[in-house]
Nanobody
């Protein structure tokens, strides 16, 4: 019923920039939280950034000052602008939505981001 589709992943050189998009479809209710997570090979999935439907954003310490999360509630989309990319940012990036009223979360399929050194 709810689907999330990420786009924008790819290969980028260290120090470069990349923008990710997440399009949510289906029955999207507010309030909700949309977030970006990432998982590198052999590592635990971690929260990168989250943003509430009210526009309150939070970031992992590792990306503060480099990444910016935003959203367009009218389009049910979330974005992640990444700059000053580092090789350690290499991971599969996943979009998630958590809808508070129904206490349910849904995940996208992930998009690969590779930062060359």
């Amino acid at each position: 019923q709810v689907q999330l589709v990420e786009s924008g992943g790819g290969l980028v050189e260290a120090g470069g920039s990349l923008s990710l998009s997440c399009a949510a479809s289906g029955s999207i209710f507010r309030p909700n939280i949309m977030g970006w997570y990432r998982q590198a090979p052999g590592k635990q999935r971690e929260l990168v950034a989250g943003i509430t439907s009210g526009g309150i954003a939070s970031y992992a310490d590792s990306v503060k000052g480099r990444f910016t999360i935003s959203r367009d509630n009218a389009k049910n989309m979330a974005f992640l602008q990444m700059s000053s990319l580092k090789p350690e940012d290499t991971a599969v990036y996943y979009c998630k939505i958590y809808m508070n009223i129904i206490a349910r979360e849904y995940w996208g399929q992930g998009t690969q981001v590779t930062v060359s050194s």
